[in-house]
């Protein structure tokens, strides 16, 4: 699997560069640049062109740079790789799902494979015997939900391309081993979207959105393109699933997605109390475990049933139940919290003031998992 270990010594390299005196003119377009998309309201394209536009012209400078005289192309795209890490790290909250629709979308996929979650099976895909593993199934997934740890294209990227090479190595020892032949895509496509459905990763479409407008171009060939563009066919495919989509009978179809309707509706029912009991929660105090346990008798039943209980009282059966929750709070806190932060942009117009604009290339982008107070430029 590609790691992000050699991004990390790409990107520190680039920052030692850009702390050398003599760098201050690149130092002070990038600063610029970055400023200059608080000044203007979100539109993903536009935004994906000017980005692409500022990493050729960064390029052409680094390359006629005295600090990079003599360096290898090798070299050079190692300060864009940095270069493109740092740039989208700073942008990336104004960039990430920001329109309303992106939001919309990210909301309506997981939803759906919620739903879908609840009866899918490989048959279901034609996917044949010999690639039903189990093990490589999970570990494309454990590869495909890393997506969102990362804020760099480039590593989203790394994501997208381990998560399919696992799918890719299953094809190959299943022609190897089980003397199947392969049918490319054909193989390749169903087992994707079944592990995709199985990972159901946050923000799915805004992922791969941000990886097509912001990665760098040139970087989207070959490999890299074809895994892209079969995760974005697998994501539209879920997203316009019906039952002539899949083998399966339409009448089944459709009962199996209402009671996974149903199932989700009393889920969220159970995990929400109503007014009444919040208002009647927030009355009282807490009255002790005994008294606890004699209301709970009186009352036949509790409304929240793993409220009262412990680790040790859970069965395997709770465990696909309290998932589906989990995942649902998730799904929902994510997509208010776009929501939110969305609302805020569109009401407000950034001000930067000078002082801000001089302070935005001296501090690192966040990585996730890491804090370093280390800074570009002095």
């Not at 050729?56 to 795209?77: F, N, S």
């Amino acid at each position: 699997m590609e790691g992000s270990s050699s991004s990390s010594a790409i990107f520190y390299d680039f920052l030692d560069r850009m702390r050398n005196p003599a760098s201050l003119d690149l130092v002070r377009s990038i600063k610029s640049f970055i400023v200059s998309f608080s000044f203007y309201a979100a539109n993903p394209e536009n935004d994906g062109k000017k980005v692409q536009e500022f990493y050729t012209t960064m390029e052409d400078a680094i390359k006629d740079h005295p600090l990079w005289a003599g360096a290898t192309d090798q070299e050079v795209d190692c300060a864009m790789e940095g270069l493109e890490k740092y740039v989208m790290t700073k942008l990336f909250s104004r960039t990430f799902s920001s329109t309303p629709e992106d939001v919309k979308i990210d909301l309506e996929t997981s939803q759906k494979i919620n739903l879908l979650q609840t009866f899918l099976k490989p048959e279901h895909l034609d996917i044949p015997a010999v690639l039903r593993n189990e093990a490589s199934w999970l570990l494309a997934e454990k590869e495909l939900l890393k997506i969102n740890a990362f804020k760099a294209p480039r590593e989203k990227l790394l994501c997208v391309m381990n998560c399919c090479k696992v799918i890719n190595n299953l094809l190959l020892n299943a022609s190897m081993s089980e003397n199947h032949v392969l049918a490319g895509a054909d193989d390749f496509l169903p087992v994707l979207i079944y592990v995709m459905i199985k990972a159901n990763p946050p923000q799915l479409h805004s992922n791969l959105k941000f990886i097509q407008l912001y990665r760098r171009q040139t970087k989207l060939v070959s490999e890299a393109a074809y895994y892209l563009t079969n995760l974005v066919s697998a994501k539209t495919f879920i997203f316009e699933l019906n039952s002539k989509s899949l083998s399966i009978d339409e009448i089944e179809f459709e009962e199996s997605m209402q009671a996974a309707r149903m199932t989700n509706k009393e889920t969220e029912k159970e995990a929400t109390p109503t007014l009444e009991e919040r208002t009647t929660l927030q009355g009282q105090t807490d009255p002790g475990p005994s008294a606890r346990s004699h209301d709970k008798e009186k009352s036949g039943a509790s409304n929240y049933p793993y409220m009262d209980k412990e680790a040790g009282d859970l069965t395997i059966g709770d465990v696909e139940r309290l998932l589906s929750v989990y995942k649902q709070v998730v799904t929902k806190y994510t997509g208010l919290c776009t929501a939110v932060k969305h609302l805020s942009l569109s009401r407000t117009e950034p001000h930067v003031t000078n002082l801000e604009a001089r302070n935005v290339f001296l501090t690192q982008p966040e990585e996730t998992g890491k804090n370093s107070d280390q800074g570009v430029g002095q």
